[in-house]
């Protein structure tokens, strides 16, 4: 089944978090080729304390033969091996962020995981690094692709491609 994870961070070596993340999501045992990555992006704060720094934010597609709650679970790890606490609080700068966002046409709402990702096509900062590896990926409960998804979103905070190989 194929999976997208959001990688993100503003705090600290944003680069290396990001580099190391996605090493680690790569290992993962259960983890398939082909395994895509965009690049990396930089992005204006969204939905974080006031004077926050800008993120940087990427996105991988991997195949994964487990379930996404699995997977959820070995994403929260990598998070606590690069510096997040699993009780930081929602909308506060990161070292980390990794956001499971689909996987395959799974449907799942349940209170620590909502598949496909309930905000995706609100946010810049997901559908440009997507749309560079799927852009005709469309997502259940959605009618147009990621690329018409990533047209409409032109207009919120900036989001300026940074680095193209990482």
Excluded at 38 to 62: C, H, M, Q, R, W
Aim: aromatic share 4%; with cysteine; glycine share 6%.
């Amino acid at each position: 089944m194929r999976a997208g994870i959001a990688l993100g961070a503003n705090l600290g070596d944003r680069l290396r978090s990001l580099t190391v993340a996605r090493a680690r999501i790569f290992a993962l045992s259960e983890v398939t080729p082909p395994l895509l990555c965009s690049s990396v992006y930089e992005t204006e704060p969204v939905e974080v304390e006031p004077g926050a720094d800008k993120f940087l934010n990427a996105v991988v597609e991997i195949g994964y033969a487990g379930s996404p709650q699995e997977l959820l679970q070995e994403l929260k790890k990598i998070e606590a091996v690069l510096g997040r606490s699993p009780e930081h609080r929602p909308n506060e700068s990161r070292t980390i962020d990794l956001d499971l966002l689909y996987h395959g046409a799974r449907v799942v709402d349940e209170p620590q995981l909502q598949l496909p990702h309930p905000r995706i096509h609100l946010r810049g900062f997901v559908l440009h690094p997507l749309a560079e590896i799927r852009p005709n990926l469309v997502l259940p409960g959605q009618t147009r692709t990621i690329d018409e998804l990533n047209e409409e979103s032109a207009h919120g905070p900036s989001v300026v491609r940074s680095i193209l190989q990482w």
